[in-house]
């Protein structure tokens, strides 16, 4: 009897251990599950914007089983994973992942630049041949068109003669079009204005039933008069700094950085463009992705279809609150648990073993001046417009009055070729004159002439961010590198888009069909995820690709 009763008061203590229950599958299992399939149903590309590296193992322990850890401990993790190229942005990051490529042959150099044959700013997904589709707005006149080369789901599309499904989805335009590519059967992205989801008529002319079935829905409405709290309580957010540091932006309509947070709207903004910066634009990210898996009845094919997400809630909060906040802790503990209900219905839908998955993230993140310097370590801030400026006043003291500077953006000066030619003034005059006035200012540490970089006395691997990042058409002239730690324009939050590894290492993790489990430290770039993922489906790399794939992360 007494044998009995300590059996049943093992196998209870053992199930609480087990709660939530890991979904956990060895390598054999999963070996079992794939066995005899000649490519997995369904690829899911997942970009967490803003992700850096670091995070992955900083919040590794309130994670659960079965969303970041599952990919961990069950999948390959290339822990040195890093960007080869210098403009760490969200355009710029989202096309390279998924053409393997560079700025300098994707031609997307930037979020915005200037485009010297049309003389103007340009942004990167901005198509103006186009209308909106889901409704009346502007926010619609996007495509890939000023994507350059051919991403994972064009290559899929060729391979397979159009039979694949693409499709992409993210709160923000360019996180679902860049991943999606030109041939994809659909690119969503969130109006803040009215909360739906959207597309343009570069896709098709109405919205599938299931988009409107969910914009039906109105999850916007519900979660906007909703209230951000903690998700734990405050004494067990150890990995952050405390509720209410003088360097943590406040939401629109908050007194203080703190929680909780209520999202009140501004007259003369979106009435739903807050949510942007909360856990719950993830979750209406999660949500949507999952009845896209459902509508377009994704993995349900005789051939590979491909799904691409992109969760943008994780950057807006990163810009108002820094790396080291709690809300962005809070995002991630929340952000893991959508992963695992994302994960749970591929299981169901698709079947486990059945579908590959792999994650990563458009850029990192600086640290906060005002938290480094709470350690001592060298930061700072520019102003936006000092940089700009002193170019300006430089060219026109020197030179004259006139329109020497196009334009200065993405840390790179814009020069106006078509006047320095006509005063017969050469590039590198100007570069001398540039570098002698900017060195002297706080926080630059080099000016790079990116027409002239096997001059630049600098180590070969940020030699080479910069030959990757340079478009002819697109990019600037000179590059103005700041120190490690600073960067420009706000007090409050973080940015990125340097050469530093704060912004360039992020995360590469594969799990599922196909997949070695295991780790690897030897260094791999952003270009190397979409040759190693169509290696595994046997296809033919993006046109533009410049990486390798992985052979570490393939099942032999």
Known sequence: ?????????????????????????????????????????????????????????????????????????????????????????????????????????NGIVGNDFYDRKLGRLMYCAEDTTVKTVGNTGTAGLMSPRNLLVTTIGDQLKLATDGRSKVVGIALKDRGAIMPAGHAADGAYWFDSKDGNFITSTYYRKDLPQWVQEFNGRKLPEQFITKKWEMSLPANQ???????????????????????????????????????????????????????????????????????????????????????????????????????????????????????????????GAADVPGFLKEYRIPSGVKGYGEIGDSVKNALERTYGPGKWMLSYFNQQVYLNHSLLAQKKIPIQQVYELLQSVLMKQR??????????????????IQANMFRNVYHPNRSGDFYVMLEAGWFEGRTRGTTHGTTYSYDTH???????????PGQLLRRTHIHDIAPTVTALLGILEPNGCVGNPVPEAIAK
């Open 237 to 363: 957010y150890v990995e952050s700094t405390v509720d209410d540091e003088p360097y943590e932006a406040t939401l629109p309509g908050e007194a203080k950085p703190v929680f909780p947070h209520e999202f009140v709207v501004q007259t003369g903004t979106p009435k739903y463009e807050l949510l942007r910066t909360s856990p719950f634009g993830d979750q209406i990210t999660k949500d949507f992705a999952v009845a896209a898996l459902k509508g377009e009845k994704l993995g349900q094919h005789d051939v590979t279809d491909m799904l691409c997400v992109s969760f943008s809630s994780p950057d807006y909060i990163g810009h108002a609150f820094g790396t080291h906040s709690i809300e962005t802790e809070d995002n991630y503990l929340r952000l893991d648990k959508q992963l695992a209900e994302l994960f749970a219905e591929l299981d169901a839908s698709v079947g486990k073993g059945q579908w590959l998955a792999f994650l990563s993230a458009d850029h």
């Open 506 to 516: 992020v995360p590469f993790l594969m799990y599922g069909w196909g997949i070695q």
């Open 443 to 460: 926080g630059i540490v080099n000016v790079v002439n990116l027409h002239d970089l096997g001059s630049e006395a600098m180590p070969e």
């Open 1 to 105: 009897m007494r044998l009995s009763v300590l059996c049943l008061l093992l196998l209870a203590t053992s199930a609480l251990a087990q709660s939530p229950k890991s979904t956990r599958s060895t390598p054999k299992q999963l070996a079992t599950a794939t066995k005899g399939a000649k490519h997995p149903k369904l690829v899911v590309g997942i970009v967490v914007d803003q992700m850096r590296y670091d995070y992955l193992h900083r919040y590794y322990d309130k994670f659960g089983p079965n969303g970041f850890r599952r990919m961990l401990d069950q999948g390959f993790n290339a822990r040195n994973n890093h960007y080869h190229y210098a403009a760490t942005y969200t355009g710029p990051g989202h096309a390279a992942v998924y053409t393997g490529s560079a700025p300098a042959l």
